[in-house]
């Protein structure tokens, strides 16, 4: 089972792609994590990804592409995979089809601009131990105080209201057209975001019932 999980920042792909994983004993694939993972092994794409990183230029789509296949290429990727936050753009969906890598399902998770500006803008960790907390959905005891040790709550530069609308446009922008590229070849199927996490997997797994 070959997934590609879309939607917009702060929809809950990576909440889902993890229950997706969990069900199915198929790993996720997240852009970020691979290009860190290349870093740290010190990997000939890794090196070239890095000397583009250290001058302040985006990785370019060749390189990225490269590390994806060598990445799809390793055994626990042989009954399927779950890729997130790939591809990105229309030439990336292109460069993927030219790989031959097989695509059985793409699952676009839709929530609406305000509910994902309210879901993020309300968010606060924890600077010391990463535990996470929302100002409507789960507030700490104290104002600003973490619950678990005591240290202060943040907001993380990514979930302010300025940075969360930028991504947004960013991904209306270059990534949305992906629904109508995947629509095309029958591939697209459509979650509506639920208020409860579990009744989006619920529909997520539902999505995908006639490929199981």
Request: charged share 30%; proline share 4%.
């Amino acid at each position: 089972m070959n997934l590609i999980l879309l939607g917009a920042p702060g929809a809950g792909k990576g909440t889902q792609a993890e229950a997706i994983a969990e069900q199915f004993h198929i790993p996720t694939i997240s852009t970020g994590n691979i290009i860190r993972e290349a870093l740290k092994s010190g990997t000939e794409l890794g090196l070239k990804a890095k000397s583009y990183m250290d001058s302040g230029a985006l990785v370019p789509d060749e390189v990225v592409i490269d590390i994806i296949k060598e990445r799809l290429a390793k055994e626990d990727c042989q009954n399927g995979f779950i890729l997130d936050g790939f591809p990105r753009t229309i030439p990336q969906a292109e460069a993927l089809d030219r790989m031959g890598v097989r695509i059985d399902r793409v699952v676009d998770i839709e929530v609406a601009d305000e509910v994902i500006a309210e879901r993020v803008s309300g968010r606060r960790v924890c600077g010391a131990c990463g535990a996470s907390y929302h100002l409507s959905y789960k507030k700490p005891q104290v104002e600003d105080v973490c619950d678990k040790c005591g240290s202060t709550l943040v907001q993380r530069k990514d979930d302010h209201p300025d940075t969360v609308k930028e991504r947004l446009q960013v991904y209306h922008a270059q990534t949305e057209p992906l629904k109508s590229y995947y629509e095309a070849a029958g591939k697209l199927r459509i979650v509506e975001g639920q208020e409860r996490v579990k009744d989006t997997t619920a529909l997520v797994f539902k999505a995908l019932e006639d490929l199981v």
